[in-house]
Nanobody, 119 residues
């Protein structure tokens, strides 16, 4: 059974930092790319960034230079390091992976972790 469990969210002041974790189980983690999304109230879910199985990363423009995605294959965990946080980063952050069975892709999501940036 595939599971993705996020942790590390909380309340932080503008300019602060948080590190989110997403612990994966139920599949061969090292073989798959991982994504971080976020969803703010009343807004569409937004792709924050991704990391490939090879460790290549990319980010949406609004977080480039501030957020870093990394992975630890030994721990089956992907991280989102968030620095210089802004109020507009406030959202529920979710990790995601797409697994292929045969020719069919299956989307898996964690439950999300709330990040609130406020003074």
């Amino acid at each position: 059974q595939v599971q993705l469990v996020e942790s590390g969210g909380g309340l932080v002041q503008p300019g602060g930092s948080l590190r989110l974790s997403c612990a994966a189980s139920g599949f061969t983690f090292s073989r798959y790319g991982m994504r971080w999304y976020r969803q703010a109230p009343g807004k569409e879910r937004e792709l924050v960034g991704f990391i490939t199985s090879a460790g290549t990363t990319d980010y949406t423009d609004s977080v480039k230079g501030r957020f870093t995605i990394s992975r630890d294959n030994a721990k089956s965990t992907v991280y989102l390091q968030m620095n210089s946080l802004k109020p507009e980063d406030t959202a529920v952050y979710l990790c995601n992976t797409i697994l292929i069975s045969g020719r069919t892709p299956y989307n898996y999501w964690g439950q999300g972790t709330q990040v609130t940036v406020s003074s």
